[in-house]
């Protein structure tokens, strides 16, 4: 079981940049396949990044892709999400979440989630 905690959402201009952080707590967190997803008032969420136990593999959403990098440090137990020309349409509440099984967390049912962060893209 693990526990996670999102931070580094805020207020950013068209074009700049954020890190958020995603911090696990509780035991076997390399052995999670771990991903973020964001999800704004009135829509489904959507998923962002997924990065594999072993970080090898990665893979985004065509939103973002070539615009946020996943990452994860299996010994802080600590994901990442580096947001980099940042859009209006970027604005929404991200969660981190993880599970034990890959197609859990690509389907949005992964067992643990974060409380999530808000970000927010002005124009």
């Known amino acids: 079981q693990i526990q996670l905690v999102e931070s580094g959402g805020g207020l950013v201009q068209v074009g700049g940049s954020l890190r958020l952080s995603c911090a696990a707590s509780g035991q076997y967190f390399s052995h999670y396949d771990m991903a973020w997803f964001r999800q704004v008032p009135g829509k489904e969420r959507e998923l962002v990044a997924v990065?594999?136990?072993?970080?090898?593999?990665?893979s985004y959403a065509d939103s973002v892709e070539g615009r946020f990098t996943i990452s994860r440090d299996n010994d802080k137990k600590m994901v990442y999400l580096q947001m980099h020309s940042l859009k209006v349409e970027d604005t929404a509440v991200y969660y981190c979440?993880?599970?034990?099984?890959?197609?859990?967390?690509?389907?949005?049912?992964?067992?643990?989630w974060g409380q999530g962060t808000q970000v927010t893209v002005s124009s």
């Open positions: 979440c993880g599970d034990r099984t890959y197609p859990s967390v690509l389907a949005g049912t992964a067992d643990y």
């Open positions: 990065i594999t136990w072993t970080g090898d593999s990665t």
